[in-house]
Structure formats: structure tokens, C-alpha cells
């Protein structure tokens, strides 16, 4: 009798701690209400990619992303427990990034995005996971520019919204500066003679460098410094920081670098390990 009184106190006590835990987590991992719940519950994950770029997002033969970045967010959204069916791609480029993330319109942007103090005003950044650096292309055959100086007079392309565009305007005022919605549309234009220089991170402009069967170069070396971070809505600090935790374990469990090796690492060197800006 006694045992019995006693083994219904334990199973109704388990039942209370059990819904306890429910009403705390969502996902049993994480906190009710978090933009880790939500996603985790949803099995779907909204992210925002580029298309065009070589080596860190670009469509494959299937339509699918694939790059560096896209790697960094298929981890995010695998920590999340958000399989590869669950994933919507979406286009995001330069200029819109800021809209779409205060749209709500996605829930990361993983899309070679600098983590500048003015972009910090209205959307936040986990990272950075990567640190390139703004440079130049030029036609091969062109001797002509060999640095950001020599950019007086010539035709410059740059992407609308892009960190690149302020940079060259500041250190090139002299320059004929065209902004394009993305950055394959200026090495479209490049190829064709409608401009003379593309400027973008280096690693953007060497993916269409190795493009090109040789009919670009870069040049004028790194003359910035652009922290990739993951994009997410502005105030969302408790996303953030499990964003910065999940880059740390991937940072240093390996994944980070596998996921380079198997993208860009194909062309670029081995990055330097990224330090997290926990801000
Ligand atoms: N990283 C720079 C930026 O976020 C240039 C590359 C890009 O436009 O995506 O503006």
C-alpha cells in the first residue's frame, strides 16, 4: 500500500517536472520564446544567400546554393536540428541585406557581409567567421591600373549597398564609379569593356578571377580590412550569442575548416583562425 501511495507521488511529481520542462523549452534545448525555439519548432530555417558569387554562394547545376557561406549557414541551421529540406534560400544581395533582415523577410543572411559599425545600427552580426580584404580586377591585358591610385578617370564597378562602393569613393573620388546590382553583372560588364575595374573582397574578385581562364587578374592587394559576419534582426541578442557559440564549437571542432576546404579552399589560401567579436 505504502509503496504504491508512494510510486503515484513519484509519477505525479515526474509528470510536473516533465511540464515544467515543456513549458520552458519549446524544443526541450532551447528557451521559450527564442528565435532558436521558433526555427527549431518550425524545422524550417528562411536564409538569405548570394547567387552569383564563386566560392562563397553560388546556384550549382540543381539550383542550389553553394559556397563558403552557404556551408556556414547549413551548420547554424543543423545546430537548430533544421535538415537540408528545410532550408529556403533565398538571393540576398548587397543592397537589400539590411531591408530583408528588418522585413523579417529571413531569419540569417550568410552573404560575404562586413560587420561595419553602421550596418550595426539597424541589423546585428554573430562572427566574424572570416576576414577578407577589399582589392581590385582588372583585364589581364590591362597594365594600366596596378593600384587604387591609378583609378582617376577609369570606369569602376561596384555593387549598390556594398562596404566596396563607400571604400572606392573615399579613397578614388576621381574615379567613374558604376553601381551594379551584383557583382557578376559588373565582370559581365568588365569582359565587355563597359568598365575597367571591378572592386570587391578580394575573395569574391579572385572566384571570378579563377573564372576566367586567365582574362583577369587582381591587383592593388588588400587595402581594407571586412569582418564576415551572419546577419540577423537588430536587438535579437540571445540569437546572436548562440550564433557566436555555435561558430566558436565549429571554429574549433573543425568543422569551420572543412567547410572551407570544401569550398573556397579549393582557390584561396588557408584563412587565419577568425576571432569572435562578442560585442
Ligand atoms: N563585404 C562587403 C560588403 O558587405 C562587400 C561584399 C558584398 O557586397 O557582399 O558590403
Not at 72 to 96: F, H, K, M, N, Y
Not at 155 to 163: E, K
Not at 178 to 205: F, K, Q, R
Request: hydrophobic share 40%; with cysteine.
Amino acid at each position: 500500500m505504502r509503496s504504491t501511495i508512494r510510486s503515484r507521488v513519484l509519477a505525479a511529481l515526474g509528470i510536473a517536472v516533465l511540464s515544467a520542462v515543456l513549458a520552458g523549452c519549446s524544443s526541450e534545448e532551447f528557451p521559450a520564446g527564442s528565435t532558436m525555439a521558433r526555427i527549431s519548432d518550425a524545422e524550417t530555417i528562411t536564409v538569405g544567400v548570394k547567387y552569383d558569387q564563386p566560392l562563397f554562394g553560388e546556384i550549382d547545376a540543381a539550383g542550389v546554393p553553394q559556397g563558403f557561406d552557404t556551408e556556414i549557414a547549413r551548420i547554424i541551421a543543423t545546430e537548430l536540428g533544421v535538415t537540408e529540406d528545410g532550408i529556403a534560400w533565398v538571393e540576398a544581395v548587397s543592397g537589400e541585406r539590411e531591408s530583408m533582415l528588418a522585413g523579417g523577410e529571413v531569419d540569417i543572411i550568410v552573404a560575404t557581409y562586413t560587420m561595419s559599425s553602421e550596418r550595426k545600427e539597424t541589423v546585428a552580426f554573430s562572427g566574424p567567421y572570416y576576414v577578407a580584404g577589399q582589392s581590385l580586377l582588372s583585364r589581364t591585358d590591362d597594365a594600366s591600373i596596378a593600384s587604387v591610385a591609378d583609378l582617376a578617370g577609369k570606369q569602376v564597378c561596384s555593387v549598390a549597398g556594398s562596404t566596396a562602393s563607400r571604400t572606392v569613393q573615399s579613397l578614388a573620388p576621381e574615379a567613374n564609379l558604376a553601381l551594379y546590382p551584383d557583382y557578376s553583372s559588373c565582370v559581365d560588364a568588365l569582359s565587355e569593356g563597359i568598365v575597367d575595374v571591378v572592386t570587391t573582397d578580394d575573395v569574391i574578385l579572385a572566384g571570378y578571377a579563377a573564372e576566367s581562364d586567365g582574362a583577369f587578374r587582381l591587383v592593388g592587394g588588400n587595402f581594407t580590412s571586412e569582418p564576415y559576419g551572419v546577419g540577423i534582426a537588430h536587438g535579437d541578442d540571445e540569437f546572436r550569442e548562440w550564433i557566436n557559440d555555435v561558430l566558436d564549437a565549429a571554429i574549433e571542432d573543425g568543422r569551420w575548416k572543412a567547410a572551407w576546404d570544401d569550398t573556397a579552399g579549393s582557390v584561396l589560401p588557408d584563412p587565419q583562425r577568425p576571432h569572435l567579436d562578442r560585442y
